[in-house]
């Protein structure tokens, strides 16, 4: 463990913004003793807990995230509170108040975000497993630019009391992890309902065992999202293909698919994501939370507070209040509700005639760090996993190598069967 904190301090991928202190012996339990990193946006007692952001430098909460007390009751170990794009906005890792992340096998690519550092620590073996949260594709984007496994679960499977929140209604907390064994191990702990949670599902905690017995079927029917192949890169789509091939190769099914509402997913989500980031950043105006800097009159405090806020993060409160306010909500907010609706009645609608979909997670392979794109150029790389943020089913990253993951995704609250599929994936192909 000593050799761990001092690699974790070392930092040559500033994947790390905080090393908390780890004298006391791990608990028994079914993760005795795994080293665990944890995104600087879910709470750790008494570890300071930044988000990423000058406005919460110095924030050390009084209480645990749900999911980091279910982790150390299991036996884990926290040791590292892991960079991110500032509150969780952004798909590179630049975004960070405490400056980029690097990636583990390229040091001058994006390792993508926002869960940037915990991807960049699994991805490098630093640690296993690392939490990361996931709101239009903030676990599964940088699991593939990391070559690692990643698992957006359904949304309120996965308690979010703890985690400082971005979008209320994507928002999810989940595992990134070098294999899907230690993924699934994981996701058996954090999962389940929680009554601090107005959002928890009433449903079991994940079952590894049910993932295996997915895992053990014959033959499996494979959704291919047609659409999901356009204007993606040549060597994720040849790799992409190829996986295709020799799933064909095994005796699988593979149904081609059609999403007709993908046309509006991204747009909704930028509509729906940043309205409600507006709402939730509001309370950072330093009268109650975060670093208050004194002006003139209360205005003038609020102004310099809130310019503590990193460019990306004020530019989504600015869209976000705009699209809620008189006049254009009805043009906007409401009809972004509707197009997420049509998306997530389309993706319901798939899984009657399959059991699980598969799509490229990125669209791209990794920009370098300080390409200098376009806010549409960087939002764009969400592409490929906003739909199914927008529809609530889980979708996990497997790594195919070289910077290309395939998304697997399941049924609402079916997560055994992303797993699974991944399970018999790793081991079949």
Known sequence: MRDLLAALREDPLNAVITVPDVDEEPK????????IAVKDNILTAGIRTTAASKI?????????????????????????????DEFAMGSTGENSAFGPTKNPHAPELVPGGSSSGSAALVGSGTVPV??????????????????????????????????IAFASSLDVIGPISSDVVNLARVMEVISGYDPNDAT???????????????????????????????????PI??????????????????????????????AAYYVIATAEASSNLARYDGVRYGIRIPGRDLLDTYVRTRSLFGREVRRRIMVGTFVLSHGYYEAYYLKALKARRLVRDEIDGWFKRVDVVITPTNPVLPPPIGAGFSPVEYYRLDTLTVPFSLAGVPALNMPLGDFVGVQIVAPFGEDERSVGFGLYASRAL
Do not use: Q
Request: charged share 25%.
């Open 28 to 35: 028994d339990g079914p993760l005795a003793g795994m080293p």
């Open 56 to 84: 919460l430098e110095n924030y050390i909460p009084p209480y645990d995230a749900t999911v980091v007390r279910k982790l150390k009751e299991a036996g884990a170990v926290i040791v590292a509170k892991s960079n991110l």
């Open 130 to 163: 690392a939490l990361g949260s996931d709101t239009g594709g903030s676990i599964r984007l940088p699991a593939a630019f990391c070559n690692v496994w990643g698992l957006k679960p359904t949304y309120g499977r996965v308690s979010r009391f703890g985690l």
């Open 200 to 234: 928890s599902l009433d449903l079991p905690p994940f079952s590894y065992d049910e993932a295996e017995r997915f895992a053990s079927k014959e033959k499996f029917r494979v959704g291919v999202v047609r659409e999901h192949l356009d204007g993606v890169a040549p």
């Open 237 to 266: 789509r040849e790799r992409f293909l190829a996986f295709v091939e020799r799933l064909r190769e095994r005796g699988n099914e593979v149904v081609d698919l059609h999403l007709e509402s993908g046309e509006f997913a991204l």
